[in-house]
Antibody, heavy 118, light 107 residues
């Protein structure tokens, strides 16, 4: 069974940092690209970042470019999102998702909540 | 960036009805279009990929069509568990943008 479990969310001050993790199981992790998607409370979905299976191709939404860094460790079957210079508008649930080139973001984790507040 | 426009933003329907949600891309995305269902407090669930293909385990009451810039999601024989919010997403070009969502409510 495919499982994705996010962790690392919490409360941060504006300008602060957090590092999110996503632990994957139930599939061959390094066969797949991965994504981070966020959702502010009561709002829609926003794609944040994506990384190819080997980390060779990375992309970010303009809203986080230069502040967030996506990475992965295939030996540990883990995906990461380093979030720096956090802003109030970064407050959201953050989901990791498995990305299949043909089937899109087919499996999602349960999400972790990031709150940026002074 | 490719803009995804969903309509309607909300929809009221009755159990047993058939409904259609549309999604329009600001530029062509071929068939790289997915549909998701989200219930309150839960993660999104993938329903359809490649515009018209059902994810494993998704009932055939859900169907998708379209290519290029215009896409539809149709849900037949609405049941209480189908009342949720639905999102489209293009995964043709980074950033993989979402539509704003359609909230399907019971009439």
């Amino acid at each position: 069974e495919v499982q994705l479990v996010e962790s690392g969310g919490g409360v941060a001050r504006p300008g602060g940092s957090l590092r999110l993790s996503c632990a994957a199981s139930g599939f061959t992790f390094d066969d797949y690209d991965m994504s981070w998607v966020r959702q502010a409370p009561g709002k829609g979905l926003e794609w944040v970042s994506g990384i190819s299976w080997n980390g060779g191709r990375i992309a970010y939404a303009d809203s986080v470019k230069g502040r967030f860094t996506i990475s992965r460790d295939n030996t540990k079957r883990s995906l990461f999102l380093q979030m720096n210079s956090l802003r109030a508008e970064d407050t959201a649930f953050y989901y990791c998702a498995r990305h299949d080139g043909a089937a899109g973001d087919d499996y999602w984790g349960q999400g972790t909540l990031v709150t940026v507040s002074s | 960036d490719i803009q995804m426009t969903q309509s309607p933003s909300s929809l009221s329907a009755s159990v047993g009805d058939r409904v259609t949600i549309t999604c329009r891309a600001s530029q062509g995305v071929n068939i790289y279009l997915a549909w998701f269902q989200q219930k309150p407090g839960k993660a999104p669930k993938s329903l359809i990929y490649a515009a018209s293909r059902l994810q494993s385990g998704v009932p055939s009451k859900f169907s998708g069509s379209g290519s290029g810039t215009d896409f539809t999601l149709t849900i037949s024989g609405l049941q209480p568990e189908d009342f949720a919010t639905y999102f489209c997403q293009q995964y043709h070009t980074y950033p993989y943008t979402f539509g704003q969502g359609t909230k399907l409510e019971i009439k």
